[in-house]
């Protein structure tokens, strides 16, 4: 899947934490931050770990998750550049919530907690910020509880794919997932979610092709979803 990349100029291009800041502040940002390269299906960090730094994604796709006693996983979010993710386990010094791992090769600046914390002292607006981000990922997870309630499991499929495709107007859009993380995402066993990818693929919304699914008619996908279509 095509991901639109963040200006080879400045490493912190569109990443919103950091917008406020003035060009010089934001060069010594990256400085102090530590280049990190993650090759596909490698964690980042897991659960309990200790929330040492900020991760901001420059290239690939990362996705965050917990994982149950039984060793199942439910899926919270999938992040793309130029998004950040961390950034919880960062403010208040506790143990990461949840796990990272990213589902395609992917390239990241890794940003200490000492260091982000002495640029929040020096430029409070970055709290701002860091309060909308948090704020998009309880209305994410607020979102997540009310689809599981009011989505049947295809539905939540087609909107996991949807999400996947993110903004775009390409007529086809190609995803790389296996069936075990799509059905992670959907929060479905993975005979179902195979069940419902087979129903869409009938109807002409997608095709399979190994381990890649290539949506082709992504506003059938929203509509099933119960999404306003574009």
Known sequence: MEVRLPDPGDALTGVEMFAALEPEVRQRV??????RTYRKGQLLFVENDPGESVIVLRRGAVMVFRTAPTG???VLSVIRPPDVLGEVSLLDGSPRSASAEAIEDSQALALSRGAFLELVHANPRILDAVMRSLGGLIRRLTEQNTDHVFLDLPGRVAKTLV???GDTQAPMVTIELNQSQLAEMAGGSRQSVNQAIGSFAGRGW???EGRRIVVTDLGALRRRAGM???
């Open 228 to 230: 306003a279509d574009r």
């Open 163 to 165: 999400r996947l495709a």
């Open 206 to 208: 997608l095709r399979t």
């Open 72 to 74: 199942e996983r439910a």
């Open 30 to 35: 990256i400085a102090a931050a530590v280049p």
